[in-house]
């Protein structure tokens, strides 16, 4: 994905990934030098995959490959995450709409769930020669990738090993019946039932905005 130049205060989550970029660096001059580099534009196109991203430097006449890492989720939190976004119907749509419910970090929290990273998460290789880790180069990556998930929360998800299309796609099987098997209404399950049904069709129109997003439009009920 494209470079983004940061600008505004920045948003709650995405500053809490600049303070894991921060935590991460050896020195002040080292975090100075990635920052400048950053919003100088000297980060290239940047390729987000399951635990980490990939991105050219230029500094000066030179040029540098760097690759950031981030662990991603075990299967277990993987699922909790997942069923956290489905057990209320806006969390969904938010994420859509590039925001990061706080209540939904705070939930995943109280579950064991590590999203947001810490600084002694954060990994890197260049091809420099500087002997730290991270360089001034993977620290201006690390800083392009917080302005970048400020934008799209799902970069973030995505570095954990959770891509949008795979959020969506766990969303709408742990919301599907499975077959066999009819959902019933008494009375002690009743609210399950209700909470299921909107957390399903929080995927559905999630799912739709997705595939309309491809195409060029937008929803107008959206």
Excluded: N
Excluded at 6 to 28: C, H, N, Y
Excluded at 79 to 88: H, N, Q, R, S
Excluded at 124 to 134: G, I, K, R, V
């Amino acid at each position: 994905m494209p470079a983004r130049r940061g600008g505004g205060t920045g948003t709650w989550w995405s500053k809490a990934v600049l303070r894991a970029v921060e935590e991460a660096a050896f020195s002040a001059a080292d975090l100075r030098t990635g920052r400048a580099l950053a919003r100088a534009g000297a980060v290239g196109s940047i390729t987000v995959s399951d635990g980490g991203a990939l991105a050219a430097v230029t500094d000066g006449h030179d040029a540098y490959t760097v690759e950031v890492t981030v662990p991603v989720l075990d299967t277990p939190d993987a699922a909790a995450f997942t069923e956290l976004v489905a057990a209320e119907s806006g969390r969904v749509a938010a994420l859509l709409a590039g925001q990061l419910p706080h209540a939904l970090v705070e939930a995943v929290e109280e579950a064991g769930v590590e999203l947001l990273p810490y600084g002694g998460e954060l990994g890197s290789a260049c091809t420099c020669q500087a002997w730290l880790d991270p360089c001034p180069h993977a620290l201006a990556v690390l800083t392009q990738l917080a302005w970048l998930i400020q934008a799209d929360p799902f970069v973030l998800t995505h570095l954990r090993g959770l891509s949008r299309d795979r959020v969506l796609r766990d969303l709408h099987r742990i919301t599907q019946p499975a077959p066999g098997q009819e959902r019933t209404t008494d009375a002690g399950d009743a609210d399950e039932v209700d909470d299921l049904a909107v957390a399903e069709d929080a995927a559905v129109r999630a799912a739709r905005v997705v595939d309309l997003l491809l195409e060029g439009g937008m929803p107008d009920d959206f």
